[in-house]
């Protein structure tokens, strides 16, 4: 793990990325994309899973359950300085995995997990400190009847809360179809593997084929049907602190007919918003984009960034300058508007890089 100087937060990552956003005010013409809402506009989407994601909280831990069926569970370690994250994917063949992170380790020296006098020692896997595979569910066993844990280096040790696992563990369980079989995580049974439901099906996202970005350059002067939007006056309004970032558009050709203007919005210590605006090749009959994710839609997408080759817009807001928290979104052009690809979305600030952020949707391509 590497060295990560300590921080704190004092609001949660998603307050904090909403303060960065800001109200919004409504398009001025119609949009694109989604309609605005969540889950009720489940249309603005692709083809919606079997699976609904959902997060809980069991007092000290927290389970996200993705529309892919895999399920990923975080447990508190003292003043936030560490974290234990228990993945478990969907699938009667899935395996768990038990992966560990401290702020004081750095790489060269791996966490030891210690229950109630028992140590788990971890290896470097994936470029994080993670239980062997014949060890794993020993260790969830003695989580699940533990009185205290502990990680552990020769630098110190922090505190890790086994208040909650049980139950977020058994939450796991019943979400995959687990319970009473010999794949539990805590209510074992007799029931064969044969009997877990697979994995579910994936929305499929097709892109559409890639443009010529011939004439297109960041730093373009916005059309005047653009700039008289009233929202786009407000951006402007926001931003006039920093004529560099203000004139920083962005231009790009999604179609034969279509311009995206990337209108700079807002601008913080390390969040920047953009609002996204189609027109015709004249700059003429503007529409706002309204980004569809499984919670409210977003008009002001954070840090994002477009790639015309795979036709992929992202965006990572960070709920502090670390970027070890807060939300991470991928939109594909389909040629008809912006779906939702995949979404990440990590509140509690731990120094978990965001590769091991809970998946809360995701897509598989058109073959």
Not at 25 to 48: C, V, Y
Not at 80 to 97: E, K
Not at 138 to 165: K, N, P, Q, W
Request: net charge negative; charged share 20%; glycine share 10%.
């Amino acid at each position: 793990m590497r060295r990560i100087p300590i921080a704190s937060l004092g609001l949660s990552v998603i307050a904090l990325l909403g303060a960065c956003q800001g109200e919004v005010d409504g398009p001025d013409s119609p949009e694109t994309g989604a309609p605005p809402g969540g889950w009720a506009e489940a249309q603005a989407m692709p083809d919606m899973a079997t699976v609904r994601p959902e997060t809980k909280t069991f007092r000290d831990w927290t389970v996200t359950c993705g529309n892919n069926g895999d399920c990923t569970a975080f447990g508190t370690v003292a003043e936030a300085n560490g974290w234990l994250r228990i993945f478990m994917p969907a699938g009667a063949d899935a395996q768990p995995v038990v992966d560990i992170g401290m702020w004081m380790s750095d790489g060269s020296v791996v966490p030891t997990l210690t229950i109630d006098g028992q140590r788990f020692t971890t290896r470097i896997e994936d470029d994080v400190a993670r239980l062997p595979s014949n060890r794993t569910r020993a260790a969830i066993d003695a989580l699940a009847s533990g009185r205290t844990a502990s990680l552990a280096t020769a630098e110190g040790s922090l505190d890790v809360s086994v208040s909650g696992v049980s139950a977020a563990l058994l939450w796991i369980d019943e979400r995959q179809g687990r319970l009473d079989t010999v794949t539990a995580l805590i209510r074992k049974g007799e029931a064969p593997a044969t009997t877990v439901p697979a994995a579910p099906a994936l929305p499929v996202v097709a892109a559409a084929p890639a443009v010529a970005q011939t004439g297109m350059k960041e730093g373009s002067a916005l059309p005047d049907a653009v700039k008289a939007l009233d929202t786009v006056r407000a951006c402007h309004a926001d931003t006039d602190f920093s004529p560099d970032f203000q004139s920083a558009t962005q231009h790009y050709r999604l179609a034969a007919d279509t311009v995206l203007w990337g209108v700079p919005c807002f601008m913080g210590a390390y969040n920047t918003g953009y609002l996204y605006v189609l027109t015709d090749n004249a700059g003429a009959s503007p529409r706002i984009v309204s980004l569809p994710t499984t919670g409210e839609a977003i008009e002001t997408p954070i840090n994002p960034d477009y790639d015309p080759a795979t036709r992929r817009l992202e965006a990572f807001g960070k709920g502090r300058g670390l970027g070890d928290c807060g939300t991470l979104h991928q939109w594909i052009w389909t040629g008809r508007a912006f779906v939702l690809e995949h979404e990440r979305v990590m509140e509690a600030c731990m120094g978990v890089t965001a590769d091991l952020w809970p998946v809360i949707w995701d897509t598989r391509p058109a073959t």
